[in-house]
């Protein structure tokens, strides 16, 4: 629990910058900033994306200072002219704006070390409002800046990711846990073989019942992970109740969670392979390597997986991989006699404990009334037998590849699980 103000009216992000509002640039700051802030166990309830105009972002400033307890604010610290955030705060608040001397000397020194002359544009970065703390910058010019004002904490950072984060990191994230009166504690189950709504329903009384810890799904790609939220007197205290909460989660969704830590499941499929002394192959199709690639970006990936194929046409299912010519004209490419033909192929040809295999039609074109765009076979081959799951996927190409995919993992996932 945090300070009075904060913990009764919450946070507040304030994202300056026209290019945002007109696509140029993607928000990626929005959210990393919703995690962390989840992660340190403080409600955000406003975001707001605010041009470069002096009038829109000082009734935005007056708004949050009235509603919230937190405000952050990034963008618009550089040296150019459309840089106003820092003056425009100032003039919500009613303070004045003077020189900060370690901010200027270490501007100066960034340009020095460049060997690079400053223009004089430049000196407005060291500026800071009446009573405001200056967040050193380690990776640009920008100074960042803390102040308090009527209970309310504002925070300005510089709108650059690479800046943004470990500034945030060093310099918003003490001070926060400074104010708090305890600890808070996050943890996410991980789940896969389920829907969100699905999920929820079978949680549904836990997250109705729940104050502490609290409980919250959300989806990504082929997962759901539910966030749990602690808060303790010690940090002790504060995993007792998340551990709890685990144990009361077991009997409803157990059976769907492939961890509990922060790690993705290729990581999770790479130790299980690891641990059973297995390894695996690839055949893929319409993916083009997407599976294979996603496996590799993983730490100890070179102990289990042997190799893949990128199967995209008929003449290499056959001649790499050993499907069978009548296969092919009987029940075509996107079938599951083919796709278990190719994990057969793939396990055998190099020699692999599991192989997975799989084909399908990404779109746009290609599809007919019998086999539609989104079309894809998974095959698996482990254990002494075959097997395949026909999928309809939605989206694009590019959508219906990561699907495919990710869904390919998880069915390897489940047959390691299976076979335990």
Same mark, same amino acid.
């Given at each position: 629990?945090?300070?009075?103000?904060?913990?009764k009216?919450?946070?507040?992000m304030?994202?300056?910058g026209?290019?945002l509002l007109?696509?140029?640039?993607?928000?990626?700051?929005a959210?990393y900033?919703?995690?962390?802030?989840?992660d340190?166990?403080?409600?955000c309830?406003?975001?707001?994306v605010?041009?470069?105009?002096?009038? #829109?972002?000082l009734q935005t400033?007056?708004t949050?200072?009235e509603?919230s307890g937190?405000?952050?604010?990034?963008?618009?610290? =550089?040296?150019t002219v459309?840089?106003?955030?820092k003056?425009?705060?100032?003039?919500a608040?009613?303070?004045?704006l003077?020189l900060? +001397?370690?901010?200027?000397?270490?501007i100066e020194a !960034?340009?020095?070390?460049?060997?690079?002359?400053?223009?004089q544009?430049n000196?407005?970065?060291?500026?800071? &409002?009446?009573? +405001?703390?200056?967040?050193?910058?380690e990776? =640009?010019?920008?100074?960042?800046?803390?102040?308090e004002d009527?209970g309310v904490?504002? !925070?300005?950072?510089p709108?650059? &990711?690479n800046?943004?984060? &470990?500034?945030?990191?060093?310099?918003?994230v003490p001070?926060l846990?400074e104010?708090a009166?305890g600890v808070i504690l996050? #943890?996410t189950?991980?789940?896969?073989?389920?829907?969100?709504s699905?999920?929820?329903h079978?949680?549904r009384p836990?997250?109705e /019942?729940q104050?502490?810890?609290?409980?919250? &799904?959300? +989806?990504?790609m082929?997962e759901?992970?539910?966030?749990?939220?602690?808060?303790?007197?010690t940090?002790?205290?504060a995993?007792?109740?998340?551990?709890?909460?685990?144990?009361?989660?077991?009997p409803?969704? =157990?059976?769907?969670v492939?961890t509990n830590?922060p790690e993705e499941l290729?990581?999770?499929?790479?130790?299980m392979l690891?641990e059973k002394g297995w390894?695996v /192959?690839?055949?893929e199709?319409?993916?083009?390597?997407?599976?294979?690639?996603t496996l590799?970006n993983?730490?100890?990936?070179?102990?289990?997986f042997?190799?893949g194929?990128?199967?995209y046409?008929?003449?290499?299912?056959?001649?790499?991989?050993g499907v069978? +010519?009548?296969?092919?004209l009987?029940?075509?490419?996107? /079938?599951g006699e083919t796709?278990?033909?190719?994990?057969?192929?793939v396990?055998?040809?190099?020699?692999?404990d599991v192989g997975?295999?799989?084909?399908g039609?990404a779109g746009?074109?290609g599809?007919?009334?019998?086999?539609p765009?989104?079309l894809?076979?998974?095959?698996?081959?482990?254990?002494? #037998?075959t097997? /395949?799951?026909?999928?309809l996927f939605?989206g694009n190409?590019?959508?219906? #590849?990561e699907s495919?995919a990710k869904?390919?993992l998880v069915?390897?996932?489940r047959?390691l699980r299976?076979m335990?």
């Amino acid at each position: 629990m945090t300070d009075e103000l904060l913990e009764k009216r919450g946070g507040e992000m304030i994202f300056v910058g026209t290019e945002l509002l007109l696509g140029d640039i993607l928000n990626t700051n929005a959210q990393y900033l919703s995690r962390r802030l989840a992660d340190l166990g403080i409600s955000c309830y406003y975001q707001t994306v605010v041009g470069d105009n002096e009038e #829109r972002l000082l009734q935005t400033i007056r708004t949050a200072r009235e509603r919230s307890g937190l405000v952050l604010l990034s963008g618009g610290l =550089g040296p150019t002219v459309d840089d106003i955030t820092k003056e425009v705060l100032a003039k919500a608040l009613g303070r004045e704006l003077h020189l900060h +001397a370690s901010s200027k000397e270490r501007i100066e020194a !960034f340009f020095r070390k460049r060997e690079i002359v400053p223009t004089q544009n430049n000196w407005k970065q060291a500026l800071l &409002p009446e009573g +405001a703390w200056a967040l050193e910058n380690e990776n =640009g010019t920008a100074p960042g800046v803390f102040l308090e004002d009527g209970g309310v904490l504002f !925070f300005l950072l510089p709108g650059p &990711p690479n800046e943004l984060v &470990p500034m945030f990191e060093s310099g918003v994230v003490p001070v926060l846990r400074e104010r708090a009166r305890g600890v808070i504690l996050s #943890r996410t189950l991980k789940l896969v073989g389920i829907g969100e709504s699905a999920a929820e329903h079978l949680v549904r009384p836990l997250m109705e /019942s729940q104050r502490n810890p609290t409980l919250a &799904p959300y +989806a990504k790609m082929g997962e759901v992970h539910f966030r749990m939220t602690a808060s303790g007197a010690t940090p002790e205290e504060a995993e007792r109740l998340l551990d709890a909460l685990e144990v009361e989660l077991e009997p409803h969704v =157990g059976a769907y969670v492939f961890t509990n830590r922060p790690e993705e499941l290729e990581d999770v499929v790479v130790r299980m392979l690891g641990e059973k002394g297995w390894s695996v /192959s690839f055949a893929e199709s319409c993916t083009g390597g997407l599976l294979a690639s996603t496996l590799v970006n993983t730490d100890g990936a070179s102990e289990v997986f042997a190799g893949g194929v990128v199967a995209y046409g008929n003449k290499v299912k056959e001649e790499l991989l050993g499907v069978p +010519a009548e296969t092919l004209l009987n029940h075509g490419a996107v /079938s599951g006699e083919t796709a278990e033909a190719m994990a057969e192929g793939v396990r055998r040809t190099l020699k692999t404990d599991v192989g997975v295999s799989i084909t399908g039609i990404a779109g746009p074109g290609g599809g007919t009334p019998e086999k539609p765009v989104g079309l894809v076979h998974i095959g698996c081959s482990c254990g002494g #037998r075959t097997w /395949s799951v026909r999928h309809l996927f939605s989206g694009n190409r590019r959508k219906v #590849r990561e699907s495919a995919a990710k869904t390919a993992l998880v069915t390897l996932y489940r047959t390691l699980r299976e076979m335990s």
